[in-house]
T-cell receptor
Framework: ETGVTQTPRHLVMGMTNKKSLKCEQHLGHNAMYWYKQSAKKPLELMFVYSLEERVENNSVPSRFSPECPNSSHLFLHLHTLQPEDSALYLC?????????????FGEGSWLTVV | AQSVTQLGSHVSVSEGALVLLRCNYSSSVPPYLFWYVQYPNQGLQLLLKYTSAATLVKGINGFEAEFKKSETSFHLTKPSAHMSDAAEYFCAVSDRAGTASKLTFGTGTRLQVTL
């Protein structure tokens, strides 16, 4: 059981589609993250939101657009993706300014771009 | 800048044998260090973390890791492997600065447990 839930778990989309990934955390945290996990590559940090403000954007292409309407919800809007964007997208959350700042992950959304 | 190196992308042990997964880090500041496990088709689950309170850290499922500053290492061990330990294990380092934690992950080690 996880305190971070992601929907959908699986998504297949065409290169011209627009879709969104949703994440909700039930842990009372104030920071949320999107990571990308591709085969044979380290997990890549995409975006970080702290207190609902984006504090990190790691040179992610504009076809990925994050949205954080409140501290419990995080979206990743997807638009005109490429096949190489197929990956597992992991949402995570943490409580800032606490020792250790453990990051808790959801189970991920598997994205296939066709 | 910080980085993590995990030696060995695949490790195979027999059930009941010692598990040793290696992790070396590089960090310009005293680090926080983490081990996460990922079972098939699941997200990452925290096994244990080092936050400078004690160099030997005990985690869930019988795993532990020892922080060795002189060797810049944080190897993960378990005395006796179980079939259910088969998974991918990720070592990660976090900086202590900034407004939000940012984990830098290693490339992962896939643990296989055989009968």
């Amino acid at each position: 059981e996880t305190g971070v839930t992601q929907t959908p778990r699986h998504l297949v989309m065409g290169m011209t589609n627009k879709k969104s990934l949703k994440c909700e955390q039930h842990l009372g945290h104030n920071a949320m993250y999107w990571y990308k996990q591709s085969a044979k590559k380290p997990l890549e940090l995409m975006f970080v939101y702290s207190l609902e403000e984006r504090v990190e954007n790691n040179s992610v292409p504009s076809r990925f657009s994050p949205e954080c309407p409140n501290s419990s919800h995080l979206f990743l809007h997807l638009h005109t993706l490429q096949p190489e964007d197929s990956a597992l997208y992991l949402c995570a959350s943490s409580q800032e300014r606490t020792a250790g700042n453990t990051i808790y992950f959801g189970e991920g959304s598997w994205l296939t771009v066709v | 800048a910080q980085s993590v190196t995990q030696l060995g992308s695949h490790v195979s042990v027999s059930e009941g044998a010692l598990v040793l997964l290696r992790c070396n880090y590089s960090s310009s500041v005293p680090p926080y260090l983490f081990w996460y496990v990922q079972y098939p088709n699941q997200g990452l689950q925290l096994l244990l973390k080092y936050t400078s309170a004690a160099t030997l850290v005990k985690g869930i499922n019988g795993f532990e890791a020892e922080f060795k500053k002189s060797e810049t290492s944080f190897h993960l061990t378990k005395p006796s492997a179980h079939m259910s330990d088969a998974a991918e294990y990720f070592c990660a380092v976090s900086d202590r600065a900034g407004t939000a934690s940012k984990l830098t992950f290693g490339t992962g080690t896939r643990l296989q447990v055989t009968l």
